[in-house]
């Protein structure tokens, strides 16, 4: 079986495609749309993956390059004290004052996320760590359990 028909027949396992699914069955479509233009440019198993790699990183709004302390790179965003804060303009959740950039350090706000008892995703201000730049985002969050970095 190649590659498309596996796929399309995950989407139909999965239920994707049900009138009693999330979106009313419209997620199997959509997604069947992505499958037929990933397959027509007919990639070898390995820029497969980086094409796949960077499509996810691009859906989830993470940048493909490293964020660097570049003035270009950086809005104001607020007034503390006596210091502005900077949002960076390729990774919204990414912060830092004039004192952290000129020091290569920013405050990724989303590094971590936390589940709740009932397997919910939040975030809140433990979630957030201080990066060096240049900053290469990794690609997904990661947990935090009891104030540590799950391994």
Not at 111 to 117: A, P
Not at 122 to 137: F, Q, S, T
Request: charged share 30%.
């Amino acid at each position: 079986m190649a590659w498309k028909e596996w796929a399309f027949e995950e989407l139909k396992r999965a239920g994707l495609y049900d009138k009693d699914s999330d979106y009313g069955g419209e997620i199997g479509k959509c997604l069947e749309e992505l499958i037929n233009v990933f397959d027509k440019q007919s990639h070898s198993i390995f820029s497969a993956r980086r094409v796949a790699n960077l499509f996810y990183r691009l859906m989830n709004w993470r940048p493909l390059s490293p964020v660097t302390n570049n003035p270009e790179e950086w809005k104001k965003f607020i007034k503390r004290g006596d210091e502005i804060v900077y949002q960076n303009k390729h990774y919204i959740s990414l912060f830092a004052t004039e004192s952290q950039l000129k020091n290569n350090q920013a405050e990724d706000i989303d590094y971590y996320y936390k589940v709740d008892e009932q397997g919910g995703i939040y975030r809140d201000k433990e979630c957030k760590k201080i990066v060096n730049l240049p900053y290469m985002l990794p690609a997904d969050s990661k947990p935090l359990k009891g104030g540590k970095e799950n391994e």
